[in-house]
């Protein structure tokens, strides 16, 4: 007699969806296959995940949403190993929890709503990109609209609405999809009837029937996104203009000694002076985060280690003969009472200081540090991983205070640090204060890793547009470019090269409506998940007691009661 397990078989087909869905996740952003990402992958990659939801049980979502987590962004941010082998198993963890968390609501939302669950669906996938950017764990890489970087017609909508309506389009088919391959409408039917391809034809035609106004409203706002993305555009032909010269001098700064630093000097120094021998001259030069390690304000001041004066004053000198600002990546350290009496008072900041003639009179401190390795908070609570963070030789800075606006070569800039232009709301915050021209100063190289310069850069091409001005990034190692404010990219360095790139970028001034209002979509997706889920447990509460049964509850108890099995 012939047996058969389909418990069994439909575990690895779920195994399949899970690995599946993860390569398209991974694969949508700069991969080690395509440094820009395949843009394309991202209106399906999500498909994979929310068959497996109508599939699976609601206590074994959380399984498999663990998994999909650690999978997804094991794969996506393979090179945060390089950087310590707990970053990666640290974040991948990380998302291992939120996405456990994250599945049972993606299924609640088909209990509580069988007919037009996918709706809630797409809203709390979208709530829930927007709420992960928030708190000491905020880490905006992998969200949707992202994938879409260097499609710009597209992305001109996030001078409204920010990544989060680019987001928002890319995310609806595939829920839309799953829901017609689970049966039309998006009721859960048998437990395998989001995997079945039997009917497929039959079901995508039947469930665009019925669905078409949502799917009508979905290629109407497409349509006028690209509508938009055509006719929007900053025209800055007449715009001032400022030239400035970004310097990558290719090397992780923070690696060696006083003889390496001295060596990244002389490197720096050269190549600064190539770009200043270009005609037209630059307006301003740019060294990236931490280019010159030795703490200037800190060494000049308490001269407790003479070979590192040495090399301060071999700058400052360089500087005073230069009549062209330069603005440099550098550790501010001060001794600020009552602050670590245990490391003589000494506070350090990840910081930039703008120098003319050799004098520094102003200076920007960072004011999002990245968790774990830049900022741990929770010493008392976690003292156990604070020690442990310390003992991996972890550099922890204090946050700064201030949004600080340059003012120099006739432009008002603002310069968010590495991380800080991969979240929306540093940049908007730095143009409301004035600021004309986004710096970005960062430092990737430690990563090894193309694809992982790309994500960075990705990020920060939003920032552009959100804000309509015109980004220069000065990195260690790659992406060092120049972006206009509509997120085109008008020169690039070659990555992993000692090179200098003079880049003419405009000033434009317009406020655009996201420099307004901000991230008010993904704050009203948040609302709304929160609020349809109340309703719909609130209904679905009534509902019982009054004797009715939502369609989806005979299916969630046989869930709970064998896993998804058939009955």
Same mark, same amino acid.
């Given at each position: ?56 049980g609601p206590l074994s979502s959380v399984f498999w949403g663990a998994l999909y987590g650690y999978a997804a962004y094991g794969l996506f941010n ?58 000491? &764990? ?15 017609? &597209? ?29 039309? =409408? ?59 010269? &970004? ?40 060294w990236s985060e931490t280019a010159f390690v030795p703490r200037i304000y800190w060494h000049t001041n308490y001269r407790d280690d003479p070979p ?8 400052? +000198? ?50 999002? &540090? ?22 991996? +030789? ?19 800039? =603002? ?8 979240f929306g709301y540093l940049s908007r915050t730095f143009t409301r204060n004035g600021a004309e021209l986004i710096v970005n100063l960062s430092n ?55 090179? =200098? ?17 901000? +991230? ?48």
């Amino acid at each position: 007699m012939k047996r058969s397990f389909p418990g069994l078989r439909l575990f690895f087909v779920h195994l399949l969806l899970v690995l599946f869905g993860s390569l398209l996740f991974a694969a949508s952003f700069p991969n080690i296959l395509s440094p820009e990402g395949f843009p394309f992958l991202a209106w399906i990659a999500f498909v994979p995940v929310f068959c497996l939801i109508y599939s699976a049980g609601p206590l074994s979502s959380v399984f498999w949403g663990a998994l999909y987590g650690y999978a997804a962004y094991g794969l996506f941010n393979y090179w945060l190993s390089v950087f310590h082998p707990l970053a990666g198993i640290i974040v991948d963890s990380i998302y291992l929890v939120y996405f456990a968390a994250l599945f049972p609501l993606l299924k609640l939302a088909v209990i509580l709503f069988p007919r037009r669950g996918y709706l809630v669906q797409w809203i709390i996938w979208i709530a829930y990109e927007y709420l992960r950017t928030l708190g000491f &764990l905020g880490y905006p890489y992998g969200i949707a609209g992202y994938s879409q970087w260097s499609v710009l017609p &597209l992305i001109q909508i996030a001078d409204i609405f920010g990544v989060w309506g680019v987001s928002a389009l890319v995310v609806f088919p595939s829920a839309a999809l799953a829901a017609a391959f689970a049966g039309g =409408s998006g009721k859960p039917g048998q437990s395998e009837a989001a995997l079945s391809l039997t009917r497929l034809p039959a079901r995508l035609g039947e469930f665009f029937r019925k669905e078409r106004a949502a799917c009508c409203l979905w290629l109407a706002a497409l349509a006028g996104a690209l509508v938009y993305g055509a006719l929007s555009p900053a025209d800055y032909r007449d715009a001032p203009s400022v030239r400035v010269a &970004l310097v990558q001098h290719n090397t992780d700064p923070w690696r060696g000694g006083i003889a390496q630093y001295r060596r990244n000097y002389e490197v720096l120094k050269r190549l600064s002076l190539e770009a200043l021998e270009e005609t037209p001259r630059p307006d301003l030069v740019v060294w990236s985060e931490t280019a010159f390690v030795p703490r200037i304000y800190w060494h000049t001041n308490y001269r407790d280690d003479p070979p590192s004066w040495e090399l301060i004053k071999e700058l400052l +000198d360089f500087l005073k003969q230069q009549d062209v600002p330069f603005l440099i990546g550098n550790d501010d350290a001060r001794k600020e009472p009552p602050k670590n009496p245990d490391d003589g008072y000494r506070v350090d900041y990840n910081a930039v200081m703008l120098f003319e003639k050799g004098e520094s009179s102003i200076l920007y401190r960072k004011l999002h &540090l990245v968790p774990f390795t830049e900022h741990f908070p929770y010493e008392k609570q976690f003292p156990w991983v604070y020690n442990a963070l310390k003992n991996a +030789d972890t550099h922890f800075w204090e946050k700064g205070t201030e949004a600080t606006v340059f003012e120099s070569a006739g432009v008002k800039f =603002s310069t968010p640090i590495c991380f800080e232009d991969s979240f929306g709301y540093l940049s908007r915050t730095f143009t409301r204060n004035g600021a004309e021209l986004i710096v970005n100063l960062s430092n990737d190289a430690w990563s090894a890793s193309l694809p992982a310069q790309m994500q960075h850069l990705s990020m920060a091409v939003f920032r552009a547009v959100e804000n309509r001005r015109s980004m220069a990034r000065s990195t260690a190692s790659g992406q060092t470019c120049g972006i206009d404010p509509n997120g085109k990219i008008l020169a690039m360095a070659e990555p992993f090269a000692e090179v =200098s790139l003079n880049v003419d970028l405009p000033v434009v001034k317009k406020t655009t409506i996201y420099t307004r209002f901000g +991230d008010i979509l993904g704050q009203f997706f948040a609302v709304f998940a929160l609020a349809i889920l109340l309703i719909g447990g609130v209904r679905g509460i009534l509902g019982r007691r009054a004797g009715k049964k939502p369609a989806a509850l005979s299916r969630t108890n046989r869930d709970l009661a064998g896993g998804g099995r058939r009955q």
